[in-house]
């Protein structure tokens, strides 16, 4: 079955240090790869996706990730993190062999300290 | 970027009333929407996928009878939730896509049940 893992429910950085978010999947088929962020109450903002081509993903607000497929992973990066990324950041996988449906990973809470 | 809107952000609703929410695709036709149910601090998950003018498809463990799902057109997808009670209250997000599998995520309906 079609999973995705975020083993990070919560991480906590400094304003201004470097972030890194985790994301695991298993999936049957070749996978696109979504990385969305959530304020409180809100929606979801698309921050960057893989489809296919260079590993490495430029995306919004600098964020990036690099798809590897042996590990089966697709880490979300930012360089130095402001207080307004302070969110929940979501992992998904799709793939057109199953509908398009996406599958969601669990969230990791973003906590910045000043 | 395409935009999905829903009406209304927040409801509250009587024990045992029907609460209608509307999706709507605003400048591209959503061949396809996706119905997602978020409780709090959980992560998003699909209750049913829609095509237009056809019947909506369910996942496993959603009660189609209690969840009604109308795509009448490539730009509005409605779920009425019927005889609501306490236990439906939860947040509800939207998505289109026009054929690709990149999905655009309306904003969410909060929807209380007293």
């Known amino acids: 079955a079609q999973s995705v893992t975020q083993p990070d429910i919560h991480i906590t950085v400094s304003e201004g240090a470097s972030l890194e978010l985790r994301c695991n999947y298993s999936?049957?088929?070749?996978?696109?790869l979504f990385w969305y962020v959530q304020s409180p109450g809100q929606g979801l903002q698309l921050l960057l996706k893989?489809?296919?081509?260079?590993?490495l993903v430029q995306g919004i607000k600098g964020f990036e990730a690099e798809f590897k497929r042996s590990q089966s992973s697709f880490n979300l990066r930012k360089p130095s993190v402001h207080w307004s990324d302070a969110a929940e950041y979501f992992c998904?996988?799709?793939?057109?062999?199953?509908?398009?449906?996406?599958?969601f990973g669990a969230g990791t809470i973003l906590r910045v300290k000043s | 970027g395409a935009v999905v809107s829903q009406h209304p952000s927040w409801v509250i609703c009587k024990s045992g009333t029907s609460v209608k929410i509307e999706c709507r695709s605003l400048?591209?036709?959503?061949?396809?929407m996706f119905w997602y149910r978020q409780f709090p601090k959980q992560s998003l998950m699909l209750m049913a996928t829609?095509?237009?003018?056809?019947?909506?498809?369910?996942e496993q463990g959603v009660e189609k009878d209690k969840f009604l799902i109308n795509h009448a057109s490539l730009t509005l997808s409605t779920l009425t939730v019927t005889s609501a009670h306490p236990e439906d209250s939860s947040f509800y997000i939207c998505?289109?896509?026009?054929?690709?599998?990149?999905?655009?995520f309306g904003p969410g309906t909060r929807l209380t049940v007293t």
């Open positions: 998904a996988v799709g793939a057109r062999e199953y509908g398009n449906k996406l599958v």
């Open positions: 999936y049957g088929a070749t996978p696109y």
């Open positions: 893989y489809f296919s081509g260079d590993t």
């Open positions: 400048d591209f036709q959503a061949t396809t």
């Open positions: 829609s095509n237009e003018g056809s019947k909506a498809t369910y």
């Open positions: 998505s289109g896509t026009g054929g690709s599998i990149e999905q655009y």
